[in-house]
């Protein structure tokens, strides 16, 4: 990392009184920089908590507007405009609506990745790290909707044993990883454990060791004695996991496995998103009112991992 970007970007943070939070799936030297690395329940939690009067997100659109949901009263950067989230778009809240009418009594589960009128729409929102305890935190008897990631969901209806209605939506970055390229990586590291992103297919989880989110993958090589890992999510995880733990090898299932959305980040981009206070992220106080009650229930249920 170029030491004069980051002393720069180290004054701008002083002048604004700025954290800077990065997501898993950063560019290494965004996730170098950054005040707090984390998965998107993390994140949540640390966008919730902090004193900063501004969060500079290094991330995708959805996790800036939920840092913004969760505290208005900070202004909430983005450092690149068009940093999207594909899946997150898969659904809008007129099509929920829809959906809701034809499951009149229903409860709406939504992941993180969705946008905040889909989260204004929803009674829960969940993470990878915690969808099967939201799902399970529900009474029994109540029909659950779940959007938009139908991955997740099943893997939700696979730990719960509860029968969701889920929404066809996808990640084409976890989706890619095939399971033929899992097997062959397995292959070749025949004693490597193999940790899946829960976003992944059915086929590729149900041949991985471990399904967990970015956040628990950390967390479980940490205290691993194991000394190879697959790695089956965005290989943007793998240059924390090299540094925490540089006695192990870390291989990713597919070489195609990035976001990129999430590469759209650089420190140039936070140095003029610091400068010109651009762009900022605001969500309608309706909107925002609506969403908080579902997100507030994702930051309180907490993940078993
Ligand atoms: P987590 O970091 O919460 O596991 O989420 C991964 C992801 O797909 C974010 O878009």
Redesign the pocket.
């Known amino acids: 990392m170029n030491e004069q970007l980051l002393e720069k970007i180290n004054k701008l943070k002083e002048l604004r009184r700025a954290v800077i939070l990065a997501?898993?799936?950063q560019p290494g030297e965004i996730q170098d920089l950054a005040d707090f690395c984390?998965?998107?329940?993390?994140?949540s939690i640390r966008a919730s908590e902090t004193d900063a009067e501004v969060i500079v997100f290094c991330?995708?659109r959805?996790?800036a507007e939920t840092a913004a949901i969760l505290s208005p009263e900070k202004t909430v950067l983005l450092p690149d405009k068009h940093a999207g989230?594909p899946?997150a778009d898969m659904i809008t809240a007129k099509q929920l609506r829809k959906l809701k009418e034809k499951h009149p009594d229903a409860v709406v589960v939504c992941y993180?990745?969705s946008t905040a009128d889909v989260k204004a729409e929803s009674d829960y929102c969940c993470?990878?790290?915690n969808a099967a305890e939201v799902v399970e935190s529900i009474p029994a008897e109540k029909e659950i909707i779940f959007v938009p990631d139908q991955h997740l969901g099943r893997f939700a209806m696979e730990k719960t044993g509860r029968e969701l209605v889920l929404w066809p939506g996808y990640?084409a970055?976890?989706v890619i990883i095939s399971k033929e390229a899992v097997e062959e990586t397995k292959a070749k590291y025949p004693d490597a454990i193999v940790m899946a992103?829960?976003?992944c297919s059915e086929p590729v989880k149900e041949i991985s060791d471990e399904i967990?989110?970015?956040?628990?993958?950390l967390r479980f090589a940490g205290k691993s004695d194991a000394k190879q890992f697959i790695i089956a999510?965005?290989k943007g995880i793998i240059h924390t996991l090299k540094k925490q733990n540089p006695e192990a090898e870390f291989i990713a299932a597919s070489d195609m496995s990035i976001?990129p959305n999430?590469k759209l980040i650089s420190p140039a981009k936070i140095i003029g998103s610091l400068e010109d206070m651009q762009y900022k992220i605001t969500v309608p106080q309706d909107i925002r009112t609506r969403a908080k009650k579902a997100l507030d229930r994702m930051v309180e249920t907490k993940s078993t991992k």
């Open positions: 997501h898993n799936y984390g998965d998107s329940l993390g994140l991330g995708v959805f996790m989230c899946l993180v990745n993470t990878s790290a990640c970055t976890h992103h829960p976003e967990l989110s970015t956040g628990q993958m999510t965005e976001c999430m």
